[in-house]
Every structure is written in structure tokens, then in C-alpha cells.
């Protein structure tokens, strides 16, 4: 009797290779780690954000939730057809949910849309890394600046929020940010900073005017310049 030959089973093309959707959501995981959002802030989402604020009120807080998310959307249409996008300044009192909103569109973002955006604590921008600056001037498509305003300014902080915002304003990138402070005390802030160059204030006020959507958050003045 002649020795029976072993059978090996060949395993198939597809097996072991990963599925559509699993490289979707490895590239999306991958786009998550890149946004600089904590673990923290990718749990923010509109899904779960309290309206029940004090400070502003729910009819404000869905008023906001209600605009980003219809800005999210039209966001993401204007970058993948590589239209100019424009962005929103949203600002309001401490604590009224300003970060969890920027959080929020941060996932909605990449989560629905796949768009590569980058999260920025204000006081977290490097100021000695020219070329992580460079990055956020004109490599990030979307980038979301949060707190604006809150920093201890510097002559040379000022020259790099400057240089950011005027050139996100010249690219068309759309930018979100967020501030304790209407425009006008903002501009204050700066101009009365150390080592502020002459008309800082005005200058970075003004272009964030002509690139953004100005959102106001507030329990007595709910509102949106166009």
C-alpha cells in the first residue's frame, strides 16, 4: 500500500487581507491620530452635547449645534471640490461649551467626511518650529483653532497667529476658531500685549472678519454676521 500524500489546504486570495471597511477605518484612525485631539476630545460630538447650559441657554446652544453642523457639511463639499471655504470665529463666555462644539466638528469631519483636520490649543502652537507653522499656514485642509485669546502674547506669538491667519486667509483653507472674545476686544488684546508691532490688533482682527462667519455665543445676544 503506497503511502497516502498530505493534502495542504492553500488558503484563498482574500484571506488575510483586511476589507473595505476595515481600511476605512484604519485610514480614518490614522487621520484621528494625526488631528491632535485628545482622547478626551474625541468623545465630544454633537450627538452628546448638553444644551442644558446656564450661561448661554439651549435655545443658543442648539442654535450653535444647528450651524456647525450645517458649516461641517458644507465645509467638506467645498474641500473636496476645492472651492474656497469660509470659516467660522465662534465666540462666547467661558464654559459655554465653545471647545466641545470645535471637538465636535473636528469628528464630524473626519468621522463622516474623511477630511484630514488639525485641532490647536492656541498655547500649544510651537513658536520656535517654523516649519510645524508652515504646516498649519498652508498644509492643513482644515484647521480648528481653539481659545483663542487666552495666551500670554508675545511680539513673536503675535507674529505667528498673524502669519496663520493671513495665510489660511490667501489659501481659501477653511479655518474654525474659537475666543472668549468678540473681534473688537480681541484686537484689543493684542494690540495691548508685549512686543505687539503696530496695528496687530486690527490686522488680525480683520482678516479673521473677512474669512470667517462671525458667531456670537451668548445668553443675550445670540446671533450671526454674515
Known amino acids: 500500500m503506497g503511502r497516502q500524500r498530505a493534502t495542504v489546504q492553500r488558503p484563498s486570495r482574500k484571506q488575510g487581507r483586511p476589507s473595505k471597511t ?3 477605518e484604519r485610514r480614518l484612525t490614522s487621520i484621528l491620530n494625526a488631528s491632535n485631539l485628545s482622547n478626551l476630545g474625541r468623545r465630544k460630538l454633537f450627538e452628546n452635547f448638553n444644551v442644558e447650559n446656564s450661561k448661554v441657554g439651549a435655545d443658543g446652544l442648539e442654535w450653535a449645534k444647528k450651524k456647525l453642523m450645517t458649516w461641517s457639511i458644507s ?3 467645498a474641500m473636496k471640490s476645492e472651492n474656497l ?3 467660522v470665529y465662534l465666540h462666547g463666555p467661558p464654559g459655554s461649551g465653545k471647545t466641545h462644539l470645535a471637538c465636535a466638528v473636528v469628528n464630524e469631519l473626519i468621522r463622516k467626511h474623511g477630511l484630514f483636520v488639525r485641532f490647536e ?7 520656535n518650529d517654523q516649519d510645524a507653522v508652515v504646516d498649519l499656514c498652508d ?4 484647521l ?7 495666551e500670554k ?3 513673536r506669538m503675535n507674529e505667528i497667529l498673524f502669519q496663520i491667519i493671513d495665510s489660511r486667509l490667501w489659501n481659501g483653507a477653511a479655518t474654525m476658531i474659537t475666543s472668549n472674545l468678540g473681534l473688537d476686544d480681541l484686537a484689543e488684546r493684542f494690540e495691548s500685549s508685549e512686543g505687539a508691532f503696530p496695528g496687530c490688533g486690527q490686522r488680525i482682527s480683520g482678516r479673521i472678519r473677512e474669512m470667517c462667519q462671525i458667531m456670537c455665543l451668548d445668553a443675550n445676544d445670540k ?3 454674515l
Open 144 to 150: 480648528v483653532l481653539d481659545d483663542l485669546g487666552s
Open 153 to 155: 502674547l508675545t511680539g
Open 22 to 24: 476595515e481600511i476605512e
Open 75 to 77: 465645509c467638506a463639499k
Open 85 to 87: 471655504a469660509r470659516g
Open 121 to 127: 490649543k492656541i498655547w500649544e502652537i510651537p513658536r
Open 139 to 142: 498644509s492643513t485642509m482644515v
Open 223 to 225: 446671533r450671526e454676521e
